[in-house]
């Protein structure tokens, strides 16, 4: 049965890194729904984060097949319930929208947004939550017009603290003991 997995992977910052991951998921034709990377809270370590939605037993293999790649220090897993995720979407609206009613900033408050500038010819609106927040805003902003709509992928840390953080801090150790070795010759 297919389900909502986010993939986990931690690298090193290596050139090609992202080509060879996404790759792998070409290879078994499996489309990625959503990709971040960003820093993680290791000096030196990324964090990809990919949204995919398959079987169990496939997202073990790829899971697997993507530890094996150079670069790459360790990969994890997990279902929606194992994580806490969010996603950050824009919406440019025509300033007129909100010129002849109260009916778009009580939208604005009603899902929680927030107006990041105000110029003559637009507003942005910034939405934080999951996709289906805010695809819910998009509908309901639609009827008074959007200029232009951007979503984030989805950015996400787990709920449980061991795995994760006890392997990082393995790499940290790792790193400033070969920094260490480094220093003395």
Do not use: C, W
């Not at 990969?75 to 319930?81: I, K, N, S």
């Not at 805003?137 to 840390?157: K, M, T």
């Not at 790792?174 to 220093?183: G, P, Y």
């Amino acid at each position: 049965m297919n389900r909502e997995f986010t993939i986990t992977v931690f690298t090193e910052h290596k050139v090609g890194l992202l080509h060879r991951l996404t790759t792998i998921f070409t290879r078994r034709k499996i489309s990625i729904e959503s990709l971040n990377t960003s820093e993680s809270e290791i000096r030196g370590i990324f964090r990809f984060t990919i949204v995919i939605t398959t079987t169990e037993d496939t997202v073990k293999s790829v899971t697997k097949q993507i530890e094996k790649q150079i670069g790459i220090l360790k990969a994890f897993y997990h279902t929606e319930d194992e994580i806490v995720y969010q996603e950050i979407a824009l919406y440019k609206v025509p300033t007129a929208a909100f010129a002849y009613s109260d009916e778009v900033e009580s939208l604005i408050r009603k899902h929680n947004a927030r107006i990041l500038t105000i110029e003559p010819e637009y507003i942005v609106v910034e939405k934080t939550g999951h996709k289906e927040e805010t695809r819910q805003l998009f509908r309901e902003l639609e009827p008074f017009g959007i200029l232009q709509f951007a979503r984030s992928g989805r950015i996400a840390i787990t709920k449980q603290i061991k795995e994760i953080t006890s392997y990082l801090r393995e790499i940290e150790k790792h790193q400033e003991e070969t920094a260490d070795e480094v220093l003395t010759y």
